[in-house]
C-alpha cells in the first residue's frame, strides 16, 4: 500500500507452528536511496523481491537495510537479502542490538527458550530448534549503529526513535516527509485501535509504556505496526489515549 510519495508498507505472510500471519514491513526511497525496514523471516527473501518488484521499483536499488530490533520475524531474512543485494546494502540498527544481530550475544528470545528447554512440550522443543536455526543462519554484520534521536538525511528525512522495553534496543522510525511513524513492535491495533506491544513478547512492559511518551513529540499521520498494518486518522489523539490507558 502507497502510504504517500516515496513510502510504501506491503504485506507479506508467513506460517509457523501451522498458523498463518502477515507482516508488514516499509520501503522508503528517493532518487538516490533505498531503505527496507525489516526483514521478515527466514526464507522470505523471495517474497520480498516480488513485493518491491510488484510496487514497479527495482530490488537491486535497496541500499540500506534498517532493523527495529533482533527478533527473528525483524532479522530472519536479513543475511540472505544482503547476499541477494550483493552485499552493497548498509545495515543499520540500534547499538543496543548490535550484538544479537552479528551473533556476539545469543538473542534474548532465544535466551529465554533455551533456558526452560528441558521442561518444552515437543511441539515447543520443534520450535526452539527451529528458531536456533534461523537465527544462526540470519548473523549479519551490522555496519552502522544508532541512538536515539539520530537522524538519517535520506528520503526525506528519518528520525530515529530509542523505544525501549520490546528489547532494550527497540527502534521506531518518523519518516518526515509523510509524517508516518514506522513502529515495529511498539504499538499493534486491534479492533481499529492503538495497542501497545504483545506482552507476552515484550522483555519489560513498564519500560515499552514509558517509550510510548515519545511519540507525543511528533506531528503524525499515519503509524505502521509490524504486525497489524496502518492505522490512520487522528493518529496523534490515538496515541495520547494510548498512553493514559497505560497509566503514564
Not at 516515496?6 to 508488514?24: D, K
Not at 518488484?53 to 527473528?72: A, C, P, V, W, Y
Not at 538525511?153 to 530515529?160: L, T
Not at 517509550?211 to 498494518?229: A, E, M, P, W
Request: glycine share 10%.
Amino acid at each position: 500500500m502507497r502510504i504517500a510519495n516515496g513510502i510504501e508498507m506491503f504485506e507479506i505472510s508467513c506460517s509457523m507452528m501451522g498458523q498463518t500471519a502477515e507482516i508488514y514491513p516499509v520501503l522508503i526511497w528517493d532518487d538516490n536511496d533505498m531503505a527496507l525496514i525489516d526483514t521478515g523471516f527466514p526464507g522470505q527473501t523471495e517474497a520480498f523481491r516480488e513485493a518491491v518488484e510488484k510496487m514497479g521499483l527495482s530490488f537491486e536499488r535497496i541500499n540500506r537495510i534498517i532493523l527495529t530490533h533482533q527478533d527473528i520475524d525483524h532479522v530472519g531474512s536479513l543475511a540472505s537479502l544482503v547476499k541477494e543485494l550483493g552485499g552493497k546494502a548498509e545495515v543499520i540498527a540500534h547499538e543496543a542490538e548490535k550484538p544479537y544481530i552479528t551473533g556476539e550475544k545469543t538473542p534474548i528470545k532465544l535466551a529465554q527458550f533455551e533456558a526452560h528447554k528441558d521442561s518444552l512440550s515437543d511441539d515447543r522443543k520443534g520450535f526452539f530448534e527451529i528458531l536456533k536455526a534461523g537465527f544462526a543462519d540470519s548473523k549479519t554484520n551490522v555496519g552502522r549503529t544508532v541512538a536515539d534521536g539520530d537522524v538519517f538525511p535520506f528520503c526525506g528525512g528519518i528520525d530515529v526513535i530509542h523505544t525501549p522495553g520490546h528489547t532494550p534496543g527497540h527502534i521506531c522510525l518518523y519518516h518526515r516527509s509523510s509524517k508516518t511513524l514506522i513502529a515495529g513492535d511498539a504499538m499493534n491495533i486491534q479492533e481499529g485501535r492503538l495497542t501497545g506491544p504483545n506482552p507476552g513478547n515484550t522483555c519489560d512492559a513498564e519500560e515499552a509504556a514509558k517509550s510510548l511518551q515519545k511519540f507525543t513529540r511528533y506531528d503524525i499521520q499515519n503509524i505502521v505496526c509490524y504486525h497489524t498494518g496502518l492505522y490512520r486518522g487522528h493518529a496523534n489523539e490515538a496515541i495520547r489515549e494510548l498512553i493514559g490507558s497505560a497509566g503514564q
